[in-house]
C-alpha cells in the first residue's frame, strides 16, 4: 500500500504530522506539556503566557456541548519563566511554539527577549484575539485594530530572532481580512493560526435560567464545529490575500480527517485542535492522523501538496 505523507513544513519548520493542539487546550502544566510531547501531533504549542502567573478568571470557566463550547478563562498561565524551565528540562522531539500574550507590547517584548535565549523553541506564536491583552483606545481585542497591530509589528520585529506568527480573530468581512493582509505581507511574518474563538457568545442553562459561565456575565469565546465555517473562510481568505512565504494554521471545529483536509484544501499548511482535544484526550491525535490518511489513500493523494489551497467553486 502505498505510504502516505502528512508531514508539512510552517515556513521551514517540519512537522512529523500536519496536527497539533491549540493553544489553551490542556497545554498548561508539566503534565499536560509532557502528555502532548509523548503523543502524535506534529508539534506542541503551550498555554498563552504572560511575564507573571494568572491565576484566571473565577469558575465555573468553560462549558462544552454537543456542537460547541464555550469559555472565559482569563489567560491562567504559570508564567513565561515556567515554560522555558519546562523546556530545559525535557527532551525536546518536535516543534515547538510558544503562545505569548500580554498586557502591553513592553511585556510582550519582554517575553519575546526572554524566549531568544531558548534554543528549543522553534516559533512563537503570538497571540493578538483574546480580550485579555494589550490594552489599546477601543479596550477591545487588539486584532480588530489594524492601527494598533501595524505599530505592534513594528516594534517587536526591531529584535526577534525566533520565527514570529500571529493568532488572530476571526473576520467577517473581506475588506477586514484584505486590510489586515496588506499590513502583514509588510513583515517577516512566518506564520498566522485563524481563528480564535468567536467572541462574545453566551449559552443559556434553561433548567437554571442561566448562563453556564460565570466571568464577564456569561458570555465567552464560542469554539468547537459550530464555528468551523467561519474558520475555513478566514483560512480560505486569507490564504488569497498573504504572501505565500507566510503559511497559515487553521483552527476551530476540528473532529475528524475529513475536517483536516478541508482546512488543508482551502490553503492551511496545518492545523490545531482546541474543544475535540479537550473532549476526547490527547488519543484524538492518533485517530485524527489515521483517518486522514485513509481519507488522503482513498482520494489517491500522497502528501497535503497534492491538494493544498486547491478549493475550487461549484460549477
Avoid at 489553551?24 to 506534529?42: F, K, M, P, Q, V
Avoid at 478568571?57 to 515554560?83: K, Q
Avoid at 517575553?111 to 494589550?134: D, G, M, T, V
Avoid at 497534492?306 to 461549484?314: E, S, T, V
Wanted: aromatic share 10%.
Amino acid at each position: 500500500m502505498e505510504n502516505i505523507d502528512i508531514t508539512t513544513n510552517i515556513n521551514g519548520i517540519q512537522l512529523s504530522s500536519c496536527i497539533m493542539n491549540a493553544s489553551g487546550a490542556i497545554c498548561r502544566t508539566d503534565i499536560e506539556l509532557s502528555n502532548l510531547l509523548n503523543s502524535s501531533s506534529g508539534a506542541i504549542v503551550t498555554k498563552s503566557c504572560t511575564k507573571h502567573p494568572r491565576k484566571g478568571n473565577s469558575y465555573p470557566r468553560y462549558f462544552e456541548w454537543n456542537i460547541g463550547s464555550i469559555n472565559s478563562m482569563g489567560l491562567p498561565n504559570y508564567g513565561i519563566d515556567f515554560y522555558l524551565d519546562f523546556l530545559e528540562r525535557k527532551k525536546i522531539t518536535k516543534p515547538v511554539l510558544i503562545s505569548i500574550a500580554g498586557r502591553s507590547i513592553d511585556e510582550i517584548s519582554f517575553i519575546i527577549q526572554k524566549s531568544n535565549f531558548c534554543s528549543k523553541i522553534s516559533a512563537l506564536e503570538i497571540n493578538l484575539s483574546c480580550p485579555n491583552l494589550i490594552e489599546n483606545k477601543n479596550q477591545g481585542i487588539v486584532g480588530y485594530d489594524f492601527c494598533v497591530v501595524s505599530h505592534f509589528l513594528e516594534k517587536i520585529f526591531r529584535f526577534h530572532e525566533k520565527p514570529i506568527g500571529l493568532k488572530l480573530p476571526p473576520y467577517f468581512r473581506d475588506i477586514h481580512i484584505e486590510n489586515m493582509s496588506l499590513i502583514l505581507n509588510k513583515f517577516p511574518i512566518s506564520f498566522i493560526t485563524c481563528i480564535n474563538s468567536i467572541p462574545n457568545g453566551i449559552f443559556i442553562d434553561v433548567n437554571k435560567e442561566s448562563t453556564v459561565i460565570r466571568p464577564n456575565k456569561g458570555f465567552g469565546g464560542i469554539g468547537g464545529s459550530i464555528i468551523k465555517p467561519f474558520a475555513l473562510a478566514n483560512v480560505f481568505k486569507f490564504y488569497s490575500f498573504l504572501r505565500k512565504e507566510i503559511s497559515i494554521i487553521g483552527c476551530g471545529g476540528i473532529q475528524s480527517g475529513k475536517d483536516m483536509f478541508e482546512y488543508i484544501l482551502c490553503g492551511a499548511s496545518a492545523v490545531q485542535i482546541g474543544t475535540q482535544l479537550i473532549k476526547e484526550g490527547i488519543s484524538v491525535f492518533d485517530r485524527l492522523n489515521q483517518e486522514f490518511s485513509s481519507l488522503l489513500r482513498k482520494k489517491k493523494y500522497s502528501s497535503i501538496d497534492d491538494f493544498k489551497g486547491k478549493l475550487q467553486n461549484i460549477l
